[in-house]
């Protein structure tokens, strides 16, 4: 608190007080008091009355600054520390005030980021409900599609096993034709044989009728031509060459005759056989046309089979077709993490240490500095020992902690 300047004796006490075993932490009043004892043991001593008018003089001027310090220590206290208006107290306020600014900025701050996280969160999650709601209406209509598509399938193959039957109907009914038409042949071919053996047997009665009437009136006519002959009147030779031919005329009529009846009879012959073979054919014929038609059967059935079960796999292939298109069912994506409570995480913002108005300054004897005039400073030595020892004595009476500034 007092300006003091170093000065031998000063450094001397200092050395004394080391010595003593006294600490140093003394405040400058604490050493003022004890310079002025030191100078009152050296007044002791005694000296001359222009030392004595030189230290009157350097007492008013010490009391003067120590007054001057006060006042200007009185100032300094009340600009730091007048009520409200102090620069401590300004200085508190505004550090205050500054962390409070700091406080609502970082409120403002975690208010908009948590606004921000809190909509993207919202947004995210209906993107995420969006796209789930899109894949299930994807495959609704796949679905969909698929079921009328499988809808079309099963027309498609009622209708194609109704033209498998439509057909296999037909091809039975031409198949039934053809047999009919064999049946037909074959009788017609049984009846024309028929037919044709009775026309033959018909036609051989016939000859055999005609000729045995034939060889009867050549016979009469051989009898006839003999009794003309003999009838004539004609003897001898002549006579028996008439009746020699007309006998042999009646021969060769006869055997004619004969012949043809023997020709008709081979003829009728010829004509069974042909009868016979022309029916035989017939039924070679028929029976070929039957095994065509049964294999015709069994080759329609086997189609058929073939036909249907054909329809019924590529229905079952243009199902499966339809039902690979429908999409998987679609899953709900796991739930987006939810964003942290900022408010939680906001940084603690302490206050300002709340300052504490020291003691007040408190005004102190003015510091006595010797003349360089008293001698030298060897010669006073035991006397300052004494005032050492009592200004020693004084502290121990007083000495206390000096409360630090709370401004420096």
Same mark, same amino acid.
């Given at each position: 608190?007092?300006?003091?300047?170093?000065?031998?004796?000063e450094?001397?006490?200092?050395?004394?007080?080391?010595?003593?075993?006294?600490?140093?932490?003394?405040?400058?009043?604490?050493?003022?008091?004890?310079?002025?004892?030191?100078?009152?043991?050296?007044? $002791?001593?005694?000296?001359?009355?222009?030392?004595?008018?030189?230290?009157?003089?350097?007492?008013?001027?010490?009391?003067?600054?120590?007054?001057?310090?006060?006042?200007?220590?009185?100032?300094?206290?009340?600009?730091?520390?007048k009520?409200? &208006?102090?620069?401590?107290?300004?200085?508190?306020?505004?550090?205050?005030?500054?962390?409070?600014?700091?406080?609502?900025?970082?409120?403002?701050?975690? /208010?908009?980021?948590?606004?921000?996280?809190?909509?993207?969160?919202?947004y995210?999650? /209906?993107?995420?409900?969006?796209?789930?709601?899109?894949?299930?209406?994807?495959?609704?209509?796949?679905?969909?599609q698929?079921?009328?598509?499988?809808?079309?399938n099963e027309?498609?193959?009622? $209708?194609?096993?109704?033209?498998?039957?439509?057909?296999?109907?037909?091809?039975?009914?031409?198949?039934?034709?053809?047999?009919?038409?064999?049946?037909?042949?074959?009788?017609?071919?049984?009846?024309?044989?028929?037919?044709?053996?009775?026309?033959?047997?018909?036609?051989?009665?016939?000859?055999?009728?005609?000729?045995?009437?034939?060889?009867?009136?050549?016979?009469?006519?051989?009898?006839?031509?003999?009794?003309?002959?003999?009838?004539?009147?004609?003897?001898?030779?002549?006579?028996?060459?008439?009746?020699?031919?007309?006998?042999?005329?009646?021969?060769?009529?006869?055997a004619?005759?004969?012949?043809m009846? &023997?020709?008709?009879?081979?003829?009728? &012959?010829?004509?069974?056989?042909?009868?016979?073979?022309?029916?035989d054919?017939?039924?070679?014929?028929?029976?070929?046309?039957?095994?065509? $038609?049964d294999?015709?059967?069994?080759?329609?059935?086997?189609?058929?089979?073939?036909?249907?079960?054909?329809?019924?796999?590529?229905?079952?292939?243009?199902?499966?077709?339809?039902?690979?298109?429908?999409?998987?069912?679609p899953?709900?994506a =796991?739930?987006?993490?939810?964003? =942290?409570?900022?408010?939680?995480?906001?940084?603690?913002?302490?206050?300002?240490?709340?300052?504490?108005?020291?003691?007040?300054?408190?005004? /102190?004897?003015?510091?006595?500095?010797?003349?360089?005039? &008293?001698?030298?400073?060897?010669?006073?030595?035991?006397?300052?020992?004494?005032?050492?020892?009592?200004?020693?004595?004084?502290?121990?009476?007083?000495?206390?902690?000096?409360?630090?500034?709370?401004i420096?």
């Open positions: 608190m007092f300006d003091i300047e170093f000065n031998p004796k450094s001397f006490l200092k050395q004394e007080l080391a010595v003593s075993g006294i600490t140093n932490n003394i405040d400058p009043a604490t050493i003022g008091i004890i310079s002025t004892v030191a100078s009152t043991g050296l007044s $002791l001593l005694g000296d001359d009355g222009s030392a004595d008018r030189e230290r009157r003089a350097q007492k008013r001027a010490a009391k003067k600054s120590a007054k001057e310090q006060y006042r200007q220590q009185r100032e300094l206290y009340k600009f730091d520390w009520e409200e &208006t102090g620069q401590a107290w300004r200085k508190y306020a505004y550090a205050q005030e500054t962390v409070d600014i700091a406080r609502q900025n970082q409120d403002t701050q975690i /208010s908009l980021q948590q606004d921000q996280l809190d909509q993207r969160y919202a995210d999650m /209906s993107i995420r409900q969006y796209n789930y709601d899109q894949q299930m209406r994807q495959r609704n209509q796949q679905v969909a698929a079921e009328q598509q499988v809808g079309f027309d498609a193959f009622n $209708l194609g096993m109704y033209e498998q039957k439509v057909y296999k109907e037909e091809q039975e009914l031409a198949i039934e034709f053809e047999q009919i038409g064999l049946d037909v042949q074959l009788r017609g071919a049984e009846e024309s044989a028929l037919l044709s053996e009775r026309m033959n047997d018909t036609k051989q009665r016939q000859t055999r009728a005609k000729n045995q009437f034939q060889m009867q009136i050549a016979s009469v006519e051989g009898l006839e031509a003999e009794g003309k002959a003999r009838a004539s009147g004609q003897t001898g030779r002549s006579a028996g060459k008439s009746v020699q031919a007309a006998f042999a005329k009646n021969g060769a009529q006869q004619y005759i004969a012949e009846t &023997t020709q008709a009879g081979e003829q009728y &012959t010829l004509t069974a056989q042909q009868n016979v073979n022309t029916l054919e017939a039924y070679k014929k028929i029976f070929m046309g039957n095994n065509q $038609l294999a015709s059967r069994a080759s329609l059935k086997r189609a058929n089979i073939f036909a249907r079960a054909n329809l019924t796999l590529q229905m079952r292939q243009a199902n499966a077709d339809a039902m690979n298109k429908i999409m998987l069912m899953e709900l =796991p739930e987006i993490p939810k964003p =942290p409570n900022l408010a939680d995480y906001a940084a603690v913002l302490q206050d300002p240490f709340e300052p504490e108005a020291p003691p007040e300054p408190r005004e /102190s004897a003015p510091a006595y500095i010797p003349s360089p005039s &008293t001698g030298g400073f060897l010669n006073y030595a035991p006397a300052i020992g004494q005032a050492i020892g009592a200004a020693a004595s004084i502290y121990g009476n007083f000495n206390k902690p000096t409360v630090p500034n709370p420096k």
